[in-house]
């Protein structure tokens, strides 16, 4: 053996990850994406109880990440209960799912990306001689939080989303200030992304497969068709034949790949745009241009960069969606619902990318079956191939130095949350 | 002037909710960091030479023997240890009561050991405790500035209920609403309750809990007991009589 890198505990993402490579010979590179996370068995601990316990339980699967999997359990059981929102209340779905979306995004970009570009190891670096970026970062995050706080209760672990709608709706007045904390962070949020659209993320050559949700209208993250960049797509109910789990002994997430393609494929920001680009806004696509990025992008690095597209995108979609809601009445909180047997299933978009929720339900409103499948998990064996491809290049071209650092880069623009990835365990599935 | 503290924020298995919820204390953060010093936290991506710190955060239960290990060595090198968040003080059993995670005993990928999700007190010494499921910015800001000031820390001695009435908010239970607001630990300033939702107890039993008691109220309002509270009356009372023994 040439070579043996190993990462214990990456810093600068959520939850703990290992990376080890072993490096035969330039053609023959082994990685392996380790989830380090102890397993929480969350889908065997929803087994047998309430159909409501579930969103409060799923929320905690991520507390990055808490508003979308709340949703996605909602809205899976909605989906068994046949259940349909009136508009109004889709709408402030959709504001609480981009609440989310921006929360997790800034968090990761100016927290776990923004060092690495600064060439520091933490953002607290940052306070001793640039504290008015540090505070500006803040009171972006602090906007972000403020949406969620005001539309759904509480920032981390939203309160108010359940099964049928909300348990309480925001008063008028409370979203007048959203209006506003919206237009804030659109002033600021150009700023706010600039190092992550100037930045070369140039990175290496590497083919990838991607999926996402897709729509006629807009970047999709509550409903749409799942679409793989090959051209293939499927609705929600045959997610099983096309995404097909993987046990490695190694980890305490499992691993996916695609069956129709047989390989790993990625999903995020970058899968995103990459199959909703020619829905962008104006404003957004004139920041591409600006930016000098053309969809579509392989190399997995311009995640961040996507992201931070998201969030000038997202705003704007939060402009219109919050003004469209003023103009209506939202009065009623709650659709009446009947408790059925059956079957539901969520697809979404996480921040982190596709997320499935899939339940049984039997006549009592208990669950029977649950199966979750998170972003990180499916990225990781995508990872773990990124990795090799990159460390191929490396070594043909005779870079020694520094492989360790650009491998954690890698691994950090997918944004991986080992939270979410590591809790899902089932004897059937193996 | 004296030294900063040094402080170490740790996380064992969790959904950093908690920790994100640190980093949510913004301009209060920015405050503490002109006394504290973070010598050791992943998230953050700071890691710095260090034999001992003032103070130990940690977040999340323990659900393996690594985690164990590690929690024993944090606690070693700490003055001051607090529990984090339901996890670290409860091994979140409060959130999900699932008190009999027994059925759920099995081999697991990635780990030579069987479930569990244990509190950290049940290995080491925790000198505070701060519950609830994400922590109370507000409460986890005061417990931390109390320790800066080497002030004496209280525990609040009220139950959610309380702080509810305070509130003047409208009783859930009266409602038809199984809320568990009269048993659980206050601190939270009843947020639940506040947004038209049931308290489900994410901060554990209130010291003077009367479970029997709150059964007979839903029962007396025609509510259906929710099966967990009944768990949670068997787990209490098989823990008075481990006491007796």
Known sequence: MIKEIKI???HRIEGHMDIRVYIKDPENVVVRAAAKEGTRILSRILVGRDYQEIPEITSRMCGVCSVIHKL???QAIENAFDITLTNELKILRELVAIGGHLQSHILHLHFFVLPDIMKLSSVLELLKDKETLVKEIIRIKRFANEIVERLAGSSVHPITPVVGGFTKIPSRKSLLVVKEIIAEMKNRVMEACRPFLETKWDGFDVQNVFVALKSDKGVPLLDGKVAISTGLEFDKEHYAEYISAILEDYSTALHYKLRSENRSYMVGALARLNINYENLDDETRLVCREYNIKFPVNSPLINNAC???????FLNKAENLISELLERTLSLSKVDYRIKPSNGIAVVEAP?????????INEH?????????TPTAQNLKNIEENIKAFLIEALNEGKKENLELEVEKIVRAYDPCISCAARFYHESQV | MRNKFTVGIFSLSSCEGCLVQLINLDDRLLKLLEHIEIVDCRILGVKKDYDKMNIAIVEGSVTSLEEREKLEKIREKADILVALGDCACSGGKFLVKDFDISEARIKLPGSREVFRSDPLDKYVKVDFYLWGCPVNKDELFSLLRNILLLKH?????????AECVLRENNCLIELGYPCLGPITRGGCSALCPSNNK??????????DANIDSLIEIFEQHKIEVPEYLRKLKALVEAKKSDKRD
């Open chain 1, 8 to 10: 214990e505990g990456i």
């Open chain 1, 72 to 74: 996605a359990a909602v």
């Open chain 1, 307 to 313: 992201q931070a597209l998201e969030m000038i995108y």
């Open chain 1, 352 to 360: 982190r990318g596709l997320l499935i929720h899939h339940y049984k």
């Open chain 1, 365 to 373: 409103g208990k669950i029977t079956y649950s199966n979750i499948i």
């Open chain 2, 153 to 161: 820390v209280k525990e609040r001695a009220v139950s959610v209920c």
């Open chain 2, 198 to 207: 049931a308290c489900f107890g994410c901060r554990g039993l209130a010291e």
